[in-house]
């Protein structure tokens, strides 16, 4: 039988020739139904993330009086907000914990990362066991961290510390080391998420190189330094901003261990807009709060992305 006495499907499996393009730019016509697959994401997406933003957007610009009705009052709220001594303290305090938590987790992620790399099996539990502050939520670790962190000199991070002379401290309560408190809690939950994808990145560096390196007489210390940290530049970079904006967008953290608390001392601008609009009901400072944060983000982001494609050029 000749290709021309074939069905057009049949023809088309003879030849290797594509599908002919419906005018839509699907197959046969079908183009709806990868988007029928997206539909439910897509919803939930714009109910509860897209919409909010707009809204919070709009209200932004406004004074919302709720029952009342809004009105309009256009940038006000933003100067109201660049204006706070309490803004200026509290973008300064997420500035510190940003720049604390992404450096101390990447470092912590890091080093877990290089012990743990291989294919043991007895590695393969320490790793889920190592992976379990992730998955834990963050209501139990804050509740957890708030028991290690008694200010007493029976808590049990005093316990320890006291077996090497240092005196009690007050940690959490304490106005000087309730935001190192803070950071060390971030970073214990956040680098094993970080070792995760330093070991996934560590997998992909070739071997060829750490032989060539032994070979040549290099230590480990310099073999880390001349071929795993440029092998792992664009994990690095990905976790940057990953680390970074989730130490600009912290809350819950600081929310349930410290509350902002003691005077002010661990107040982050996510806990400040928070207490604007849900406290003090000041829904439009809040949301012009918010808006801020999202800009910070979103430059901080476009920046890496900017210097990366930069360099890789």
């Not at 209200?59 to 709720?66: N, Y």
């Not at 510390?161 to 106005?175: A, E, Q, T």
């Not at 390196?213 to 092998?231: E, F, K, M």
């Not at 530049?233 to 410290?258: D, K, Y």
């Amino acid at each position: 039988m000749s290709v021309e006495q074939l069905s057009p499907v049949a023809a088309r499996a003879t030849t290797g020739a594509p599908a002919p393009r419906s005018k839509n730019g699907g197959r046969d016509g079908r183009w709806w139904i990868p988007w029928l697959f997206l539909a439910p994401a897509i919803i939930l997406f714009a109910l509860f993330k897209f919409i909010p933003m707009g809204n919070a957007l709009v209200m932004s610009f406004q004074d919302v009086q709720p029952f009342l009705g809004n009105r309009w009052v256009g940038t006000s709220n933003y100067a109201t907000m660049l204006a706070s001594e309490g803004f200026h303290s509290a973008a300064w305090h997420t500035i510190v914990l940003a720049v604390g938590q992404t450096a101390g987790s990447m470092a912590l992620g890091f080093a877990l990362a290089l012990l743990m790399e291989g294919q043991s099996r007895k590695l393969g539990f320490i790793r889920s066991a190592a992976f379990l502050p992730v998955v834990v939520p963050m209501a139990v670790v804050a509740e957890l961290w708030r028991i290690m962190y008694h200010p007493t000199a029976d808590g049990m991070i005093n316990s320890i510390i006291g077996l090497v002379g240092l005196g009690p401290s007050g940690f959490i309560n304490d106005p000087d080391a309730s935001m190192a408190s803070v950071i060390m809690t971030g970073i214990w939950r956040g680098a094993p998420y970080d070792m995760m994808i330093f070991m996934a990145g560590l997998a992909g560096v070739n071997r060829d190189l750490y032989e060539a390196a032994t070979v040549d007489g290099a230590s480990r210390w310099r073999r880390i330094l001349h071929v795993t940290l440029p092998g792992l530049r664009s994990v690095f970079t990905i976790l940057f901003v990953l680390a970074a904006i989730r130490g600009l967008r912290v809350f819950t953290e600081v929310f349930l261990l410290t509350n902002g608390g003691p005077n002010g001392s661990t107040e982050v601008v996510m806990t400040l807009i928070y207490k604007l609009g849900l406290e003090q009901n000041r829904l439009g400072v809040g949301a012009a709060g918010a808006v801020l944060l999202f800009v910070a983000t979103l430059v901080l982001t476009v920046f890496v992305y900017l210097l990366r494609r930069k360099e890789n050029r």
